[in-house]
C-alpha cells in the first residue's frame, strides 16, 4: 500500500524562491525544505548577522512544523548550511534558545555560497507529527 505526499507552503510564512513547498508530509513524517532567516511580515533577512537570521529560520520551524501537525519537540534532525563557519557559536546560541533541551541530530555544513542573497545559513529538517492527545 503506497502512500501519499501531502505538501504544505504557507500563505502567511517566507514565500519559496523556487518550485518547492515548505513541507512534506508522508504519514508521520514531515520533512521541511532549506529556510533561509527571512521575516514573513517584511519579506527581507532579519538580519545580517548569523544568529539573526538563526533566530528567524527556527521561528519559521515553529509556524512551518504546526501546520505540518507538529513542533520542535518532534524534530529527530536538522542540517545547517553555513556560509561562515566561524559563526558556529553563533548559530548555536539561536538554536539552543529555541530547542530548549531537545537534541535532535544535527549536520553542520560549510557552504560556498546560498541561494538567497545575503542569507549567511540556511537550514532544514526532519520530524514526526505528535500524537493527538486524547
Known amino acids: 500500500m503506497s502512500q501519499s505526499v501531502e505538501t504544505i507552503t504557507l500563505s502567511h ?12 508530509c508522508v504519514g508521520d513524517f514531515i520533512t521541511l525544505a532549506g529556510t533561509a532567516g ?5 519579506g ?3 538580519g545580517n548577522d548569523t544568529y ?11 509556524v512551518m512544523l504546526a501546520a505540518a501537525g507538529s513542533d520542535l519537540d518532534h524534530v529527530m534532525h536538522i542540517n ?14 539561536a538554536y539552543v534558545e529555541a530547542l530548549g533541551e531537545h537534541r535532535p541530530t ?27 492527545t486524547a
Open 13 to 24: 510564512g517566507p514565500a519559496p524562491i523556487g518550485p518547492y513547498s515548505h513541507a512534506a
Open 38 to 42: 527571512v521575516d514573513p511580515a517584511s
Open 44 to 46: 527581507q533577512l532579519a
Open 52 to 62: 539573526s537570521q538563526a533566530r528567524q529560520i527556527l521561528a519559521n520551524f515553529v
Open 80 to 93: 545547517v548550511f553555513m556560509k561562515q563557519v566561524e559563526d558556529f557559536d553563533a548559530m548555536n546560541r
Open 106 to 132: 544535527r549536520t553542520v555544513i560549510g557552504v560556498h555560497a546560498l541561494p538567497k542573497p545575503g542569507a549567511l545559513l540556511t537550514m532544514d529538517l526532519t520530524a514526526v507529527k505528535r500524537k493527538p
